[in-house]
């Protein structure tokens, strides 16, 4: 791949880091205005593993939707995720 060249793949992933930096934002203003702020390396072993299980099956649960979009028809595919 060029530099400077988007490919097809680059922008049917957009909606996914626009997403990401939302979240981003949005949690780092809750975690300031509620001063709640703690080291994350003070975390458990425990936190840890759950929140990396969390991080696998969303990435699971997103690779299965647009695998699903992807193959049928959206609007049996939406009301599906909805679901969860």
């Known amino acids: 791949m060029r530099s400077g060249h988007v490919s097809r793949n680059d922008w049917s992933r957009s909606p996914e880091y626009a997403r990401t930096a939302i979240i981003i934002v949005v949690l780092s203003v809750f975690v300031a205005y509620t001063s709640n702020w703690s080291n994350p ?12 299980l969390s991080g696998l099956a969303t990435g699971a649960a997103w690779v299965c939707y647009f695998r699903a979009l992807k193959i049928g028809e959206a609007s049996k595919v939406a009301p599906v995720d909805k679901c969860n």
């Open 41 to 52: 390396f003070e975390l458990s072993s425990k936190n840890w593993l759950f929140l990396g």
